[in-house]
């Protein structure tokens, strides 16, 4: 069947138009597309279905009575990882960017959607459908702002692509599932990362100018598991900033209202998951969620390191206190924070439970946005495993 007549098609919105989501949008690309026409089934932000598509992509939901499902989603498998020889210039060691090349030249599929940077300014995504290696490692390394991923679904049906792996952060991937049965294609690999605290292009810039000594040099950055902000300059240089010396006060604004309302932190729809913060401190972290995850992990294992995930600490306090602290947008003085910063690295949670302290963080104060901005949102685009989470903790009444 070909796909004109698989799908319904409508006109796809100018860039800078008003977007269905509003002020929710993410801008992952599926409203620059004629498949806009599904926009308030599979938009993310209009329509939580966390457990309609995780039932459609792993078979079943995830089981919430299983402490490590309801944080981690439907998987059989999480190792932590490290490429033996790493590629240069990736965010982490590069498993994304090996996985990606492994799936074209092994013949498994014929293009992989990827991030370049624009051409004048290396935190401007530009979404391209790579169809050699050297086009997947010009995607390498994070571009940390929105990014119209799903903007090249047009460009996948006119070039006749068959076979396809899709690499993204979870917004994009929840629309992708949705509409991915219209896409004419024979098959679909998910290659998710996880994701929190993006920003527009806009807001990255004052996120730089508000914590980094030098925001024009900066070409990578990273939240690490140390509670420290890794910056890597231009000149080589490497810049830390612990967590909690951050302006919060300032910063409070420039996270997208969607990453405020975002509970899917670990891309909970995508066959394998490549982050950092299950891991041990320079490790990666994986989450096998299905049998297609599983032969992607599969095609790399032999260029990869491994060792099984860990655990240690207790995270529940250290999230409570944090609750009240952001609400006012406490900032210790950098003394202070770096003191904080020692402590914690040397007896704060390790492994998963620097995971879960990092998710009941971001959960806790999305609850808390949704709750304040969005009230009759609440009931219905909070997922059940989030629930879950968030009731770990006292809440502010109002
Ligand atoms: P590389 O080989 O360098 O490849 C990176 C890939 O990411 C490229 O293929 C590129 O196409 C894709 N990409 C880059 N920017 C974007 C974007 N904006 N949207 C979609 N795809 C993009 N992991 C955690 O464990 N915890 C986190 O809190 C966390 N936050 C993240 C926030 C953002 C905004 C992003 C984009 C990623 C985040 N990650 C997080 C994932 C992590 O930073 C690494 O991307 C991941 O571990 C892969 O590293 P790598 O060296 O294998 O990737």
Not at 18 to 24: C, D, G, H, S
Not at 92 to 118: D, K, P, Q
Not at 234 to 257: I, R
Request: hydrophobic residues 40%.
């Amino acid at each position: 069947m070909t796909l004109a007549r698989n799908h319904k098609k409508a006109r796809a919105l100018k860039a800078g138009s008003p977007r269905p989501a509003k002020a929710l949008c993410s801008e992952c690309g599926l409203c620059d597309t004629y498949y806009i026409h599904y926009v308030k089934e599979a938009c993310a932000f209009l329509n939580q279905q966390f457990e309609t598509l995780e039932t459609q992509t792993h078979g079943r939901s995830r089981q919430l009575e299983n402490w490590d499902e309801c944080y981690f989603g439907v998987h059989h498998q999480m190792l932590a990882a490290r490429k033996t020889e790493p590629i240069a210039g990736a965010q982490w060691t590069g498993i994304v960017s090996s996985i990606a090349i492994a799936m074209l030249e092994s013949g498994r599929v014929e293009g992989v959607v990827c991030v370049h940077a624009s051409e004048g300014d290396r935190f401007t995504p530009k979404p391209v459908i790579a169809r050699n290696r050297d086009e997947i490692l010009a995607a390498r390394v994070n571009k940390p702002t929105l990014s119209p991923n799903l903007s090249v679904l047009e460009e996948v049906e006119r070039s006749g692509l068959k076979r396809l792996l899709v690499i993204g952060v979870g917004c994009q991937i929840q629309a992708l599932r949705a509409v991915q049965d219209k896409l004419g294609l024979e098959k679909l690999y998910v290659l998710g990362t996880p994701c929190v605290d993006n920003v527009t292009r806009a807001g990255l810039q004052k996120f730089l100018e508000t914590t980094s000594r030098s925001p024009d040099t900066v070409v990578y950055y990273e939240f690490m598991q140390d509670f420290r902000v890794h910056f890597k300059h231009s000149d080589g240089s490497t810049e830390t900033v612990p967590f909690f010396g951050l302006k919060t006060n300032q910063l409070k604004d420039v996270f997208a209202p969607s990453c405020m309302s975002c509970f899917d932190y670990v891309n909970g729809l995508a066959d394998l998951v490549v982050g950092y913060m299950g891991a041990p401190f320079g490790w990666q972290w994986l989450v096998v969620r299905n049998p297609l995850g599983q032969e992607m992990l599969d095609l790399v294992r032999a260029q990869l390191e491994t060792q099984p995930v860990m655990s240690k600490g207790d995270r529940h306090a250290a999230v409570q206190q944090s609750i009240p602290a952001y609400d006012k947008g406490v900032t210790l003085p950098m003394w202070a924070a770096q003191l904080m910063g020692l402590v914690i690295e040397r007896i704060g949670p390790k492994g998963l439970e620097y995971a879960r302290f990092s998710i009941d963080s971001h959960f806790t104060r999305n609850y808390l946005f949704v709750r304040r901005n969005y009230p009759a949102k609440l009931a219905t685009h909070v997922p059940r495993f989030a629930q879950k989470i968030v009731d770990q903790y006292h809440l502010p009444e109002s």
